[in-house]
């Protein structure tokens, strides 16, 4: 194995691929999260390649083999390989869309089998999460923002990145709606609102987003950013990290059952399927196929479950 040092000068080279890459995802309007994870595990790869000493324009389907063997050496699961893999094939289809590579893409149908599907498991009950939402406690216009935003976690199980892009026209407080814009992973979709946040989302635009307004020139069109913060220096945009952190300090004080945004939406979900079909709720979550839907089912673990009391009571 080379030292590390052999090849620390060609790491600026490889920083410069992997940005060029990312600019070609943004143009073909990747999200933000998407496209900093693709850059992420195509600058993985080619770090890898130059300790091979292999040049980008010779990877094969065998050097593929060699590199996953590298992964699995490095402890990564298969699902996490598979997922670098599926940034190679964007990053391949990059090279010869940008006539940099001349071959055919060597990640074509290159994939892993014996992925293991996510189990969504430290789900929330719908009143638990509701009891959450009602006991929090409201006592100025940042508190009331927060529990707007914790409110579109809990009923409408949207995600950070969903909430981040809203802009205030995405409200349709005469339809009790609300629009999520949809990307390269979600589908958009139009969600009812609740009664109580028709009145706290009213009072918050009207309100306490106009009073925060009035102290800033520049225009402003997203709901919950009334102000420029600091830059995500991931996404490259205005950043809500201190709102939510504030959030979930806050909610976790008196709930240290809620460890993240994610496991509301899993439980939110979950519940979904239990009052609504498949279709329904893969609209609802915004889910472009029916199988991320389908991985919320509980139907198996509850009658698993209903067995292993059966047959091995705990009283």
Not at 206 to 222: C, D, F, N, P, Y
Not at 246 to 269: D, G
Not at 271 to 278: A, C, E, R
Not at 282 to 302: D, I, P
Request: net charge positive; glycine share 4%.
């Amino acid at each position: 194995m080379k030292k590390k040092t052999e090849y620390l000068p060609e790491t600026g080279n490889i920083q410069k691929a992997a940005e060029n890459f990312k600019s070609w995802l943004k143009e073909k309007n990747f999200a933000e999260s998407t496209t900093y994870g693709k850059g992420k595990y195509v600058t993985y790869f080619l770090n890898y390649l130059l300790n091979e000493n292999t040049n980008i324009n010779q990877v094969a389907y065998t050097d593929l083999l060699d590199f996953v063997n590298h992964c699995r050496k490095a402890n990564l699961n298969t699902a996490h390989i598979n997922r670098i893999i599926l940034s190679l094939r964007d990053y391949f289809n990059y090279l010869i869309k940008t006539n940099q590579l001349t071959s055919g893409n060597p990640a074509d149908g290159f994939k892993l089998k014996g992925e293991i599907q996510k189990v969504i498991s430290d789900t929330i009950s719908k009143e638990e999460l509701e009891r959450i939402y009602h006991e929090y406690q409201v006592n100025g216009d940042n508190t009331l923002r927060r529990k707007i935003i914790l409110g579109l976690l809990i009923y409408q199980a949207l995600t950070l990145e969903d909430i981040n892009k809203l802009e205030t026209e995405h409200v349709k407080l005469r339809e009790g709606k609300i629009r999520i814009t949809g990307n390269k992973q979600k589908n958009g979709r139009a969600l009812k609102l609740e009664p109580h946040q028709i009145l706290d989302l009213q009072e918050y635009i009207l309100q306490v987003r106009t009073k925060l307004l009035s102290k800033h020139q520049e225009e402003i069109t997203r709901l919950f950013l009334t102000k420029r913060r600091p830059y995500d220096e991931h996404a490259g945009k205005p950043s809500m990290h201190k709102t939510l952190a504030a959030l979930f300090k806050q909610v976790q004080k008196n709930n240290p059952a809620i460890k993240h945004a994610r496991q509301i939406r899993a439980s939110v979900i979950t519940d979904w399927l239990k009052h609504y079909n498949l279709r329904e709720v893969q609209y609802m979550a915004g889910h472009k196929k029916v199988t991320s839907t389908e991985q919320y089912k509980t139907e198996n673990l509850e009658e698993l479950s209903k067995a292993l009391e059966k047959f091995h009571p705990l009283n």
